[in-house]
């Protein structure tokens, strides 16, 4: 494991909280971005990502040196994000909305009609459209994608986040392709 | 539709980078026969392209600022625990004065009254001290049994005595900003005030 973090995770344990600081630091564009994809809203994304650092400060002595710092805090904002998905009504992101495009929806832009596929990941619509198709995954498939996505993480690395023999997570990520497919592959 | 399951398998583990070579080439022989499959592979690249390439969202400017202020509190100890060995004279000085001219415990208990540091600026309600969006307040603040919600600026220290600090994100306090809501936060509040007095007079 990198040196530098090593050192900061001894500072924390012995109650140094400036070392944790630099750990947030490292850190919060990856998490922020998983909790992000996960919840699909910007302000629910800040609040759990930062609720996930703070488990980790607070749970610093559980962590196992034998496993990656990253994946250990992607495996606390994992089940974090899992745990807000539960408590919400499942209907909630029907017409869920992504910040800045002036309240279109998934149904309005799926009736026009779309530019090729490179000028149309620039555009916004697209963005979006992406966004709520990871939404509508379930949570086990999404939480694969989001993971195999967010970082380009091995599925080695997923399997040691997930805790999930990495046959499940292959049949996961295939399971959760074929059904983006179906909402994107025609774009 | 994809003429069988295996030749979708073999697509997921191309896009893996999980596929023997052997796999590969029979996938490929496959897909430039097979329209269906030539399909079925196109729209998986395609959606792959896609949800990787969506664009990365930053957190707020101030996420390390606002998980820092959430830390727990109990770590503090440790802090306490610093400034006694490294200060055991102050301490053992603030501690005798403390415990022979006051029954400490009697005073946090009956000091229920909820008073504040008069400075400019703030503004008051219902036991909530606000110092307002785009104020500055020059000076120390301290709260006691009530609290304090920043929204604007405070060049100094804030401390809150049973109470709660709230600090907005536009807010910024210069100084250390503190909380004491427990008997043994405010021995600590008070050896530090007054073993920093003790050390003001011995520097005189
Ligand atoms: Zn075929």
């Given at each position: ?187 | ?61 101030d996420?390390?600022k ?50 504040f540091s008069k400075q400019e600026h703030l503004i008051v309600?219902?036991?909530?001290v606000i110092v307002p969006e785009g104020k500055v307040v020059e000076g120390d603040i301290v709260v006691?049994?009530?609290?304090i919600k920043i929204e604007g600026e405070v060049h100094g220290n804030v401390t ?5 600090k709230y600090l907005a994100s536009a807010g910024e306090v210069t100084g250390q900003i ?27």
């Amino acid at each position: 494991m990198d040196m530098f973090i090593k050192q900061r995770i001894k500072a924390i344990k012995k109650g140094d909280q400036s070392a944790f600081a630099d750990i947030v630091e490292m850190y919060k564009d990856k998490i922020y971005q998983l909790c992000y994809r996960m919840l699909g809203n910007r302000h629910e994304a800040e609040d759990a990502a930062q609720e996930a650092f703070i488990r980790a400060y607070v749970n610093i002595h559980t962590y196992d040196p034998t496993m990656k710092f990253s994946s250990w805090l992607y495996r606390i904002a994992t089940n974090l994000s899992i745990d807000r998905i539960r408590k919400k009504k499942p209907d909630v992101y029907l017409d869920a909305e992504v910040s800045g495009t002036d309240g279109l929806t998934l149904y309005s832009q799926l009736a026009d009609e779309s530019a090729s596929p490179e000028d149309a990941l620039e555009s916004l619509e697209l963005q979006q459209m992406v966004q709520e198709a990871i939404l509508k995954l379930p949570e086990k498939y999404r939480t694969v994608i989001v993971l195999k996505y967010i970082d380009e993480l091995s599925l080695q690395e997923i399997s040691d986040i997930l805790n999930l023999p990495i046959g499940t997570v292959k049949t996961r990520i295939h399971r959760g392709r074929e059904a983006l497919r179906k909402h994107l592959g025609h774009l | 539709m994809p003429c069988s399951e295996k030749i979708v398998q073999w697509m997921h583990n191309y896009l893996d980078g999980d596929i023997q070579k052997e796999e590969e080439q029979q996938l490929r022989s496959h897909i430039q026969q097979c329209e269906a499959c030539r399909e079925h592979f196109y729209e998986l690249k395609k959606t792959a392209a896609f949800v990787e390439n969506v664009s990365h969202f930053i957190p707020s400017d101030d996420f390390v600022k606002k998980v820092m202020y959430n830390l727990p509190r109990e770590k503090r100890r440790v802090r306490w625990k610093r400034w006694f060995t490294h200060h055991p004279f102050l301490t053992a000085a603030s501690l005798f004065i403390l415990l022979s001219t006051s029954s400490l415990w009697a005073v946090w208990q009956e000091d229920n009254e909820f008073s504040f540091s008069k400075q400019e600026h703030l503004i008051v309600q219902n036991h909530t001290v606000i110092v307002p969006e785009g104020k500055v307040v020059e000076g120390d603040i301290v709260v006691r049994n009530g609290n304090i919600k920043i929204e604007g600026e405070v060049h100094g220290n804030v401390t809150v005595i049973n109470g709660h600090k709230y600090l907005a994100s536009a807010g910024e306090v210069t100084g250390q900003i503190e909380e004491v809501n427990e008997v043994f936060d405010w021995i600590w509040y008070n050896v530090k005030r007054v073993g920093y007095n003790i050390a003001k007079t011995l520097t005189k």
